[in-house]
């Protein structure tokens, strides 16, 4: 039992080795061991990923471990541990093919290196970064992981250098030759050791410093098999395949999906039982499975292609549980508001009631406090008078104090100014006193004999302290060195006893603040003399000592102060005494106060007991009427809201249900915003409602059933939003904006009509950095998204094709790294700042593009495609702004005030229930909140008014609208028609903005008109015919019919006057019936397929339910309707009555439906018939018509380039030119694209852009580099562009032509139109105008006559064509230069005289056209048509191109004559009566060439239709996929084969035969080989085939091609032909054909290699016709030897018989010589017998082919064969019939001719 269970090996079980402080000490050991299953190995992985995530949390990696990628991580990492050990990982990406890869890099401890891309990053860069691996690898010698993505392969280059690395490890000239030296130098010792006895030479530690780097290096290379070059890249590059082990990353199984749902959504809280989530984790793993077989169904029936990767799901099931969350909390919020907003309703009503009891109390209450107030009023007006009379004395006094006060105080702010004057003194003496330090009086008194100034400042210093001083003496003073007269200083000893105190400078101090004011003019009178003598100075006092200088200014400063106060002292005395009195007064002021406070205090105590009285009985009012009020506002505020009472209940009651079933609405709707995307309406709807949905309910996961994922996602007022900045307001695109602001991917959108782009240039307005859009391909692409990053703003990148640079890709997959609050992103090994704000899109404009599923993962793909309803709507608009704009004004204001009004009500309810529910306390006790929400109510009532009046304003609106309908619904059809042209081809690309322009323009061309029904049908047939003349005029002839026919049916269908389902008959007819399963065909003549058709269209359209069986009431009626050769111009039996009574217009449909049924050969005409006849339609639209270069000039701008589609015979080079001269402008630069032809067209370009000239850019479709950039570099070349400059385009169709540079142009072609009419009118419009016919003056008649026979030529050779190689055998390229070469040859001859009709002949036939002419038989054929209509007879009255008898009547009976007008519009006139339809014997064929060539045309129409069609389902009845129908096939195909032949048995069979010597034997040898080869080959490639559907082999691209033509039954490519083009086998149109020639083939061979040669041969059967009758050339000549003439091979010429054996079977013996052929046809001619003899006679009609009798094949002598041709077949000959190996008639399968007997009256000449 336990073998059973699996063992997986690992060695990564054992822990490392920490010790006790957690450091750590030893690895753990590597031991290759059982770890047991998965459950046991997977703990251990777990923790490897915690600690990873905890090492490295920038890179952090949330992985579920289920068993597949379990499984997956366990062999990457084997592969690491292994020597050598690389890995090819091939998956889709997001299956987790790196994230194992770095997990397993981790556990081996294996350095991990992955490139970082830049926009530089090169094949330079790629080497760096090898040698970095290299060095890691092989010097270093660490294991080394190297993770290389396809995402990574910026050149091809990079696969050829891993490639090397995987098959040798040397990659020449990676290192130089010293750094390799130096690297192998520190290997030494190492190779030492290793390596024993190996010589340590320099290619010898080379070597094993090679050996290293393989050895450690591990490669782990990623690939996606949905990309188209993985199969390439593993055929160019084997390495890649052979040598990694490769590990095939499958679509993850369901148990995988389910685990991962479960591994998220387990833990997750969600309300509901665990069943249902079981059921839920369960529906989510279903859910991706069930959207990727939805991809493969939409790729087979709309062929688009649609990825879905794990990635997809990843963000599907993260989606859901933030989804969840907030969808739970705001039903929660809005639960428990409405709850608690219904309570507080019911409670408010029930509080009114209890108001009315408690008015009634305090009514009582407020009598009894009205008495009480009245009694205590009477008290108080006595004590106020008492009061009153108090008052007003102290009022008296008060006043008095208050004058006096005011009289003082103004009296001693003027004594304060004048004492200010003298401040400046104190403060001066004060701040010299201060300067002094005690240090100063120190060495003042060390001095012996003071400076004189210094005892005079003591002086001073003693009267002012008016201290004892010496007697007066005279004496002469010194000061300041001079000698003045003067009294004998006191200072000693009166001045030293006063220095030498302690406290001398404090004393000085205390004068200067308290005794400076008792200084009397005594004492300045004793100063006064001191201070006036010259050198009682500061300044003479500090040259004695800093002391004396501070008491010098200090004693100066206190006489100053003196005589500055002694004015202000008289002031202040008065000052005093008034202070004095006014004191007193204030003192007797304060008692009256007193007394008066005491009335007032008792005033006060009645007055406050009276207000508290007042205040009980204001309470006790206020209260009532308060109560009142609020009972009022109550009452009326319940019962207003009454509706939303009922209206919240009901909304809880519905709460519990709505949280049952947000579980699975949540899934639906992220599966919705995560897969949908990229889907088309129809497929939305189905992967939503029967997918999502129903599997939710048979899961039992509750689920609404209807559910609108719009209104689930957003509520109406957004959509409006978006409808106001230009998003359509249709379902679709309110779906895709869902997609787009909803996803957690930024999104790519697919908008082919630029609407997205519109709508979010107009969204995001104000985030869009300065310079707008940014284009894909910009230089600086890096630069502006680092700035939009960082600043949070909106990023919108367009021109996306197919790929996003890869350098976007850690922001596309949201790298964060976070640093604190800051966020960064890695891009291109640079860290941006990530702002939170940030948001890109990405828009494409293809309108199917391939992206691959990478992309497809990393972003959300948004289809924008335009729907015709969608469409419809808004064509609708523009018609109402041009027609009616006042209507479309109104429309529009009211749409938006609905909105606005919408939004408000919506915010308003939220805002009732929230202001409701907020209120803490009782809802009656918040007065406010009862008002707001009373005005609230007030406003939604009036909010629901307007929007009532707005909905009847816009029904008014829309019912005048709907009289324009009709121009929006066929301009809607109209641009669908144009659109699906595009399938048809990639040319044909015409964009929204150009229809527009087309749809305006025919508004204002149409015929006005008072009724709105008469304009609105002039607009319609104005603007159907605009559309069809601009588009036809850019179509190919061979698609003219078809867009004219697909517009048709489209206004038929949509019109419902058919069904899409008719549209599908018509094309397919009866081809899905098989002949055995319906009712049998009742007669021989009608073929199979049309009796399949006449049944499938009775079992399809009631109209025809009985015509099997009235076909076979009416036979022989029916038999000559169907072998008519114009059966649409006679009466249908039994039907021309029915089909003409047939209702809404559908007969001319039902007619062209019989017809394509029975005779599909004249499908066409009758599709041209059905056009004209069909009453929206009309002749108008299958009439031919010429574009001319003067009405394209006409209608083209200096903007707008015009671009040609080239065709065979198609170049308006010329026509060009001449419009030039003709205009009188310089000739247009003309450049031919092609390499290195950028510059030089850059170049003239802006020359001409610059001088308003003309430029012609030719064979565009070789310049497709510049042409990418075309449309961004004409958008530059408009600013200053001149108006006269014209660009003119050529190109052949190419499917990588750019998208955008179609849409910008006027597209033209400039093929030759199809028919005879079409044809010469085209030659009389561009090439033959009135000039020309008057250019020869002598012989004008016969010079307009073969001008006629010219152009008529001309338009027939062109003609033949179209019947493919019964009209030339080689397509030539016939066009306007030969013709008019012939015009100008014919012109000038005739200036020299009469014409020379051989040198004429010869000019046109040889010269002219046979220039082109290649085939000889060609050339003979144009011969003919030259002698025969370019002669002297031309000239001659009654002259026709008509044959003399035809085989059907020419239609019409016209007769086409050569005319003699003299005007071209004689000649136009007579052009337009050609008829419609050209018979096929105008052009020399059979009737029956038109049959073929009918056939051909009208399968070409239905294929062509067929690709404007989505396609069908691939799966059968049996549903089989389309690979099971390939491989059953080739299982079929095999069992049939036939044996292999063994060259050794055949070789011996041979020479039973008479050797290789016989030439017939030779030739038998070489078929042999030849077969052998098919048979090889094609068992060998279908045997491989097989092995590739079933994933055993790479599907390579040529199996790929096999597998897609065996499904399309023809025949591989690789089968016919090998790879440098040679025929391989042989060509035939399908797969049943072609292997039944191999079984006839082989059949020959064998019969012949066992029983001899056969009596006659099947030429048909051989590789090499030509070799078979070359050896019976060489037989017949051997045979020859022994005549008397000797034959030689080179004058030998075959000899052919047609003999009368009908059948292969009357031949029972071979010729005498040469050989019997059989097996070949007659084309375009039947046999007859004559007198015994087999001549040519005129085809059967209808048949096409007729069998050629066996035919006699011998050689003869070429002058002998000349002489029996001459008595055969008279002077004329035989007619040299071709005999070709296919239907492709040119040199290279002719086989030889055969002489064929011709009939009286038709010589050669008419063959």
Known sequence: EDCREPCYMVNFLRPDVYDEDGVLQEDAPKMYEPGGGLEDVRPVVQAFLDKYNTEYPAKKMELVLFNDALEHLLRINRLMEMPRGSGLLVGVGGSGKQSLTRLSSYISRSTQFQITLTKQYNKSSFMEDLQTLYKSAGHLRKPTTFLFTESEIKDEVFLEFINSVLLTGDIPGLFAKDEIMAMTADLRNAFVKERHGMEDSQDNLKQY???????????????????????????????????????????????????????????????????????????????????????????????????????????????????????????????????????????????????????????????????????????????????????????????????????????????????????????????????????????????????????????????????????????????????????????????????????????????????????????????????ELEGFTAAVAKNASKAAEGLCIWVRAMKFYHEASKIVKPKLEALSVAEANLEAANKALHAAEMRLDACQARLNELQAMFDAQMAEKKRIEDGALALQRKMTMAAQLINGLAGERVRWTADSNDFSDLKRRLVGDCAASCAFVCYCGPFNQEFRRYLIEDKFVKDCLHREVPITRDLDVITFNVDI???????????????????????????????????????????????????????????????????????CMGDGMSMLIVGVEEEIDPMMDPVLEKQLITKGKRKFVNVSDKLMDYDERFMMYFI?????????????????????????????????????????????????????????????????????????????GNLLEDEELVSVLANTKAKAADVKQKLSGAADTKASIAEKREQFRPVATRGSVLYFAVVEMSGVNCMYQTSLQQFLVLFNDSMDKAEKATLASKRVANVIETMTYIVYRYVNRGLYEKDKLTFVLLVTLKIMITAGQLQQSHFMLFLRGGAALDSDSVRRKPFNWISNEAWLNVVELSQSMKFFNDLPNEMSANEAMWRRWYEDNEPEAISIPEYETKIADAPDGQGPFYKLLLVRALRMDRCMLMSKWFVRNTKEMGPAYVEPVTDTMESIY?????????????????????????????????????????????????KALQTGAANGTWVLLQNCELGLELMATFEEFLEKLREGMEPGFRLFITALPDPAFPLGLLQMCTKVTNEPPSGLKAGILRSYTIIVDQDRLERVDQGAAQWRQLLFAL??????????????????????????????????FLEKHLYNGSISWPTF????????????????????????????????????????????????????????????????????????????????EMFGLHPNADLTFRVKEVNALFNTLGDTQPKGGGATGEGLSREDQVSEKARDILERMPDDYVEEEYKVKINKLGGLTVPLNIFLFQEIQRLQSVLAKVKFMLKQLRLAINGEVVMTEELQQCIDSIFDAKAPKDWLFTVAGDEFSWILPTLGLWFSSLLLRDDQDRTWLGHGRPNSYWLTGFFNPQGMLTAMKQEVCRKHQKDSQKWALDDITYHTEVTHYDKVEQVKFGPAEGCYIHGLFLEGAAFAKDQQTVVLAESEPKVLFVPLPVLLVSANQKKDEEKIKRDTFGPLGPYEAPCYKYRTRTDRYLIFFVTLKWGADKPPAFW
């Open 844 to 920: 494409t404009r293809l309108p199917n593009p391939s992206f691959t599923p990478e992309l497809q993962a990393k972003t959300t793909v948004v289809d924008f495609t335009v729907t015709q309803k969608g469409l419809e709507e808004q064509l609708l608009g523009k018609v109402i702004a041009k027609e009616q704009k006042a209507l479309e004004d109104q429309l529009n204001d009211v749409l938006e005030e609905v909105n606005s009004n919408t939004k408000a009500l919506l915010a308003l309810d939220a805002s009732l229930l929230e202001r409701l529910t907020s209120n803490t």
């Open 209 to 531: 410093f090679i050996d290293k780097v393989r050895d450690n290096l591990h490669l782990m290379i990623c690939m996606s098999p949905m990309n188209a070059k993985f199969p390439i890249r593993a055929r160019k590059f084997p390495g890649i395949v052979s040598c990694p082990t490769i590990d095939w990353f499958l679509p993850w199984p369901a148990d995988a999906l389910v685990a991962l749902s479960r591994a998220f959504i387990q833990n997750f809280h969600v309300e509901c039982t665990p069943e249902v989530k079981v059921g839920l984790m369960t529906h989510m793993g279903m859910v991706h499975s069930m959207v990727t077989e939805a991809c493969d169904e939409y790729f087979l029936k709309m062929r688009r292609r649609v990825y879905q990767t794990p990635k997809s799901y990843l963000s599907f099931i993260q989606n859901f549980t933030k989804l969840y969350e907030s969808k739970l909390a705001e039903l929660k919020v809005k639960e428990s508001r409405v709850n608690l907003g219904l309570q507080k309703l019911i409670q408010g009503a029930q509080d009114v009631e209890d108001m009315k009891k408690v008015l009634a109390e305090e009514q009582i209450k407020l009598d009894v406090a009205t008495l009480e107030t009245n009694k205590m009023l009477e008290s108080l007006e006595v004590s106020s008078a008492e009061a009153k009379r108090e008052s007003d004395k102290v009022k008296a006094i008060k006043e008095k104090c208050v004058a006096d006060a005011a009289r003082i105080g103004n009296e001693k702010a003027l004594c304060m100014a004048d004492l200010a004057k003298a401040q400046p003194f104190v403060e001066e003496a004060e701040n010299a006193i201060r300067s002094i330090k005690p240090a100063d009086i120190g060495e003042v008194k060390r001095f012996a004999n003071p400076a004189v100034i210094i005892q005079l400042v003591f002086d001073g210093i003693l009267i002012l302290f008016k201290l004892n001083m010496s007697s007066v003496r005279a004496a002469k003073l010194n000061v300041n060195k001079v000698e003045i007269n003067f009294i004998e200083p006191s200072f000693r000893p009166h001045g030293v006893l006063l220095m030498n105190q302690a406290d001398f400078l404090k004393q000085v101090i205390d004068f200067g603040t308290f005794g400076k004011d008792l200084i009397n003019e005594e004492t300045i009178e004793f100063m006064c003399p001191y201070i």
């Open 717 to 787: 007022g957004t959509i409006g939003d978006w409808n106001m900045q230009g998003l359509p307001a249709d379902l679709l695109s309110s779906q895709n904006g869902i997609l787009v602001t909803r996803s957690s991917r930024f999104p790519l959108m697919i908008d082919p009509q630029g609407q997205a782009l519109n709508w979010i240039k107009n969204k995001e307005t104000a985030n869009l950095p300065s310079w707008g859009v940014t284009l894909i391909t910009d230089p600086k692409l890096k630069e502006k998204l680092e700035m």
């Open 1194 to 1242: 006409d209608g083209m701008v200096a903007q707008t380039p015009v671009i040609f589609l080239l065709s065979i015979g198609a170049d308006p080079t010329e026509s060009i030119e001449v419009l030039g001269r003709k205009r009188k402008l310089p000739s247009p630069a003309v450049i031919s694209m092609g390499e290195g032809q950028e510059p030089v067209a850059i």
């Open 1351 to 1384: 152009c008529f030529m001309h338009s027939v050779v062109q003609e033949r064509r179209k019947f493919g190689p019964l009209g030339w055998g080689i397509p030539y390229e016939y066009n306007n230069g030969d013709l008019t070469a012939c015009i100008l």
């Open 1401 to 1480: 002949q010869y000019m046109v036939c040889e010269a002219q056209y046979g220039g082109k002419i290649t085939d000889n038989l060609d050339r003979r054929l144009f011969k003919t048509y030259t002698q025969t209509w370019l002669r002297d007879e031309t000239c001659k009255e009654g002259f026709s191109f008509n044959p003399k008898v035809p085989i059907f009547k020419i239609p019409e009976n016209f007769v086409y004559k050569v005319d003699n007008y003299d005007t071209i519009v004689h000649y136009h006139n007579y052009i337009k009566s050609f008829p419609e339809i050209d018979s096929p």
